[in-house]
């Protein structure tokens, strides 16, 4: 009679506790913690076969420095905090007794259980330099409800054939199975713009000629755009006015090592006289960036280019003497109908 009494026994406290665990880890089974529904990422099976639970990682970043466009071949730091939990539920924790037994137990290493973080960067682009100064970091287990944070940097560094529009890559977290507690990795997204590079070459076909006065002379302009980005070239000239200078057209659009032409026209003074004199005059090239916006130009420090030319003008000019030319002409032909007139009333008479 005492034998079954104590077996009831017995089993009463075993039933007891393996309910008592059974509530404890339920609400762990069913329900999905606040990392979980944040992340909204895949934990991946630990080595604790049914009896497993899972982990959390949470990344904040620091990207004020990525606000801007980052300078070429210059390097811009940005801070992350990666914090991780895990979903032992604290009541069964306790349920276990000795540290070393829990700590063996939950996380398969009796002394000071550690978890390691991997870092990574996804969709890297080939012109740019991207790395963790820290890939690879241990931080110590966390307690159950309590949570461990680390501190990295991300390094970003574009070289000079960045484009300069909005790049996106990803960046991967991903924490090591230890114990019953579950692998876990989790990606976040960072957008950054490198800087616009307003770099184009100018040449101007047969920069010095001669010319005749009055005569028109025409300078084929063509710019090629070596900029990381469409770029506008705006035209605009240093030329004296009695030149007549002009210039077609006032601007061009230009994709990343497009060519595009402008011609720039002048007419020789024509003065009456002898001319022999040579005129420098300067073509001035302002690149911006497209579309052109004011938030744009005041980012960028935009030099512009230029290209000289020369012109001779040399020859006689009888400009300005037309009328009187035109007055003696008529008085000659008048001259010569009165001679031949008075020749004819002669040779009657």
Known sequence: MIKNLKMVKS?????????????????????????????????????????????????????????????????????????????????????????????????????????????????????????????????????????????????????????????????????????????????????FTPSYIPMINVEVEKPMREVSPKETVNFIVKVTNNANKNTIVKFSYNAPKEWAPIINPREIELPPLGIGEATFSVQAPYGIGWHDKTTSMEIICQPYPSPISGEDLSKYEIAAQTADIRVTNYGFSIAGIEPFLVLLVIIVIALAIVWSYQKKEKKIN
């Open 11 to 191: 089993l009463f406290i075993v039933g007891s506790l393996l309910l008592s665990i059974f509530i404890v880890i339920s609400p762990v089974i069913s329900a999905k913690s606040d990392f979980e529904l944040l992340n909204k990422e895949t934990n991946n099976g630990g080595t604790g076969g049914l009896l497993s639970f899972p982990a959390y990682i949470y990344i904040t970043t620091d990207e004020s420095a990525l606000k801007k466009p980052l300078i070429i071949d210059q390097s811009v730091t940005v801070p992350i905090n990666i914090t991780y939990k895990h979903g032992v539920p604290k009541q069964l924790y306790n349920l276990i007794p000795g540290q070393l037994i829990k700590n063996q137990f939950f996380f398969g290493s009796a002394m000071a259980p550690q978890i390691q973080i991997t870092l990574s960067v996804v969709e890297k682009p080939d012109w740019a330099n991207i790395y963790f100064t820290q890939p690879s970091v241990l931080m110590d287990m966390p307690m159950p409800e309590e949570k461990s944070t680390i501190s990295t940097e991300l390094v970003i560094s574009p070289y000079r054939e960045a484009p300069a529009r909005p790049y996106t890559i990803t960046i991967l977290a991903s924490s090591n199975a230890a114990g019953k507690v579950q692998s876990f990795t989790l990606s976040k997204s960072i957008t």
